[in-house]
């Protein structure tokens, strides 16, 4: 026996919200339920079997905090939802759905969407050496960069440090045009990006000149100290365990460091043990030392990466 049931939304945004763009959300409800999810205007029509409406009716309520206030949705937000609901979670969700780590300077929330994005965050806050693995587009660098930024606003730390090994898939700098900044300035895009969503773009160039913020290849971290800084290490896949365990003994007192990879995707010659995995072997269950693990689940592009992530797996396995 069929049923149906209809949600009145309170505005035009929370619909625009909850229907993502082209319907995208209410394909995506459907596909999780199993219910047949239609908006009119602002009347949200679920129908289906009962289990399958009460579902529908479950994951659209564990998103009200963000359609109610017309904040846009994702499918990793759904995704997450219904998660929350098949592993009783749903105190955890709202833990994650509250917890804003930062406004971007146009004054949008930026949260970790997915649990284990939350775990990361968490164990930043927490450590004072965490590392993150896993796939492009989990979030890994941006995450710990919005923190860093976050922290260096707070006048929590004095510097934010951004550095990756200059390897690089299939190019060498030396064939790259321009002096070392504008080299090294490619291999640093998502930290800009996470720069950007933060500061004022005509601010950054000056931070920099006073080394506020520093972008700097791995080498020239060689013989320093970092005291009161916060750095982020990315691409760390890309180390030699010379050079892990040289950047790893840098760090001073006050100091954060936050190291990103993913180790499936290694640029070192075929013979080189990459220092990314020699340090989880190594490092694993030091005290003070957390480390994350991110998966295709936790990718937050473009649904499409997802599932050429997913297909890449399939195929390499």
């Known amino acids: 026996m069929g049923k ?9 945004e929370s619909a625009i919200a909850l229907a993502g763009a082209h319907e995208e959300n209410l394909k995506q409800l459907a596909r999780q339920t199993g219910a047949t999810v239609v908006l009119r205007g602002q009347e949200l029509l679920i129908s289906g079997t009962d289990t399958q409406v009460e579902l529908g009716e479950r994951l659209v309520r564990s998103l009200e905090p963000y359609w109610s206030i017309g904040k846009t949705i994702t499918g990793v937000d759904i995704l997450t939802a ?12 709202q833990d994650l759905q509250r917890d804003v780590l930062a406004r971007t300077r146009r004054g949008e929330e930026i949260r970790a969407k997915t649990f284990r994005q939350r775990q990361y965050v968490q164990a930043i806050r927490k450590h004072d050496l965490t590392f993150c ?3 492009a587009g989990t ?48 291999y640093l895009r998502p930290l800009y990006d996470a720069l950007h969503e933060m500061l004022d773009p005509e601010k950054i160039p000056n931070l920099m000149e006073r080394g506020v913020i520093e972008v700097a290849p791995l080498a020239y971290m060689r013989g320093r100290t970092l005291n009161n800084a916060f750095v982020i290490l990315d691409e760390a896949q890309n180390t030699t365990p010379a050079q892990m365990k040289m950047v790893l003994t840098r760090l001073g007192f006050r100091s954060r460091m936050v190291v990103t ?12 043990q990459s220092g990314l995995a020699i340090a989880q072997k190594i490092l694993q269950n030091v005290d003070g030392i957390a480390f994350c693990q991110l998966s295709k ?12 992530v997913a297909a890449y797996e399939q195929y390499e396995t």
């Open 4 to 12: 149906s049931l209809v949600i009145e939304l309170p505005s035009s």
């Open 82 to 93: 219904r998660h929350a609901l098949d592993t009783q979670r749903q105190e955890d969700l």
């Open 133 to 135: 693995i896993g796939p």
């Open 139 to 186: 979030g890994k660098t941006f995450l710990a960069a919005i923190i860093a930024v976050q922290a260096l606003l707070s006048n929590e730390y004095e510097r934010l440090i951004l550095t990756r090994p200059a390897v690089e898939a299939g190019e060498k700098l030396g064939f790259l045009p321009g002096d070392l900044q504008q080299k090294v300035n490619p």
């Open 261 to 272: 990879g993913d180790v499936t995707q290694t640029d070192l010659p075929s013979n080189q």
């Open 297 to 308: 689940a936790d990718v937050v592009r473009n649904p499409l990466v997802q599932r050429i």
